[in-house]
């Protein structure tokens, strides 16, 4: 090449050999997105090197391996490298001189190379079919090699705004490019299959994470690693029919697949579940019940939200954002319609207009907000929705279960209280109790019903291993489902099923306040603002009856202190005005029960009739 650039034929042999060039009216071809004809002297310099590249690539050489493109490509980028300041400084300028301003020498040069690179590639591909790995790293050198001349060497033919790269061997031909999609498409089912065997797939892998995010299990971490494996298998590609298949039939496919793992997984804790609480016999309880059940739905859920979490970043990725945009433009040329809001809906509509071009998007189309992993992103969070649901009804089963002593107390009329003589009166002890600080009395003075020591503690052992294997917000979201389910079953089977005197009221105002109330206090700041209507009640169960000799003394038990009976002849009397009550209610700094809901828990003490 250097001998066509002696300081003597610089001026003379080279320009002779662009006027024979094909002419191209004018030496300006017209902007149509139209490949400009080779420059001849270009290719006249080039077929030394083609000679070279066939005398190591296309022969019995060890230098032609089939397994080994990255030896051709690594051949032709150095090749490249190495004449490009000769290209760019004295070709580039007899070129301009000439009249082809339009080309620049460093394209033509590899625009040349190229041809021998194609060749090879279509020449290999029969024996590529052949070797699914071989095809694979192949496809995939050849998407580098591509991006390394579009990034480091800027390059696009001549007269194209675009290249579509060499990776258009596989890809231009329908059959090549869904041999390689099944390649592909095999491999990542092939290490689905694996990591879903492993025996520590549902393993929380072992690694700080902070408070709020999910703890992922090796099968999550390693699902996200093969997609994101994926994702680099076909980010190059420059079609965006080629990109939303593999999005469709390999990306979208493994989520499915592992959403729908998960899902049976559920059902069939549920069921065995089931037949547990039926006491159907050779049911395993164990691996339903207790930490081992709640172990095994975290996770699960820490799988699924873990998996959610991933795609939804994804989605918000630049090149995520492309597809999308691509998708949703169009869906809605194809349907007339505005943009499909299912990113599933779109593709498909989509790919089936894979010829349609994406370079003119109309301004009247309005690109939907979504992301193309939306539809995956919502299938597994309808299953973490699920799994939390399972875990409030383990919760709150199992509690209520433990309850069953609890549930059988009928000392609740009587005035026997944990921590009092018997043998004192009724009046004494309410005496005793008006004459001590609230503080006071709902510690030392009464203590807790025994029958609540074993099930507070279940339920402590429980929520301290969610609240370790959770995020905090899912956590906090689970004890607030589970302290409603508690409060409707303590209210139903343990207020509205027994009748209270004072100390009865008592008795189980001292049993919410050192026990249920408590246990939430080292993750929730005020956890009885999740128990409302049963705090309330307390409040009602307590109040002193007329006769008590004390009823003013205990200032501080209550917002503004009523007897019973001040109370219920307010409560009762329809000719007041329908404020009153409600009123009455707050002065006693009851806030969360409506006047019939107040009306039968006055209706619960034993006092009331009296």
Known sequence: ISVLFDDELEHTTVPRMLEVSDPLESKNPKEDNETFPPLLPIQIMVEPLLVRFKYHFDSKRPTNRIDKPEWYFSHVITTIREHLPFLTGAVQSIVDDAGFEKYHAKNEFIRCLLVAVTRKLNNSV??????PQVFSHTVFETLQFDQTLRELHMYTP??????????????????????????????????YNEIMHSEDAWEIIDEENPDDEYKPTKSAAKLINLLELVTNRYKLLPMFYNRIRFLVDIQAEILLTYAKRINSAVDAFEN????????VPNTDGKSITGIEGLKRLCRWLNSAGFVSRTIKEWGEDAFF??????????AARNTGVSPLPSPT???????????????????????????????PAELFDNVCERIQSLIVKNVSREFSNGLKAYNKKNNWSSSEIYGYDSSESTTEQIHRLNNQPKDIISRPTIELSPELYMPLSDLAHSLTFLSNNL????????YKDVSKELEDHLWDRILMRNQFSELGGWQFEIDMEKGLFTIGKRWIRKPES????????????????????????????????KTLYQVISVLFDDELEHTTVPRMLE????????????????????????
Do not use: M
């Open 345 to 375: 809906l779109s593709i498909n509509s989509t790919v089936q207009g894979q010829g349609a071009s994406s370079a003119h998007v109309d301004e009247e189309i309005t690109v939907d907000e979504g992301t193309v992993f939306d539809d």
């Open 158 to 191: 001549s007269g194209q705004k675009e290249w579509k790269g060499c990776v258009e061997v596989f890809v231009g031909k329908k059959e090549w490019f869904k041999a390689w999609l099944k390649v592909e498409k095999d491999f990542a089912e092939e290490r």
């Open 530 to 561: 999740y128990f409302r209507r049963l705090r309330d009640a307390c409040i009602l169960l307590t109040l002193p009856a007329n006769q008590s000799p004390l009823e003013n003394e205990c200032s501080n038990k209550k917002p503004q202190q």
């Open 471 to 478: 995020p905090d917000r899912i956590f906090k979201h689970i």
């Open 126 to 131: 029969p024996k590529l079919l052949n070797s």
């Open 587 to 610: 002065e006693l700094g009851v806030y969360h029960l409506t006047s019939k809901e107040a009306k039968n828990v006055i209706g619960r003490r034993v006092d009331y009739w009296k």
């Open 272 to 279: 065995l579940s089931y037949s547990f609480v039926r006491a």
């Open 321 to 330: 954002l492309d597809l999308w945009h691509e998708v949703t433009v169009r």
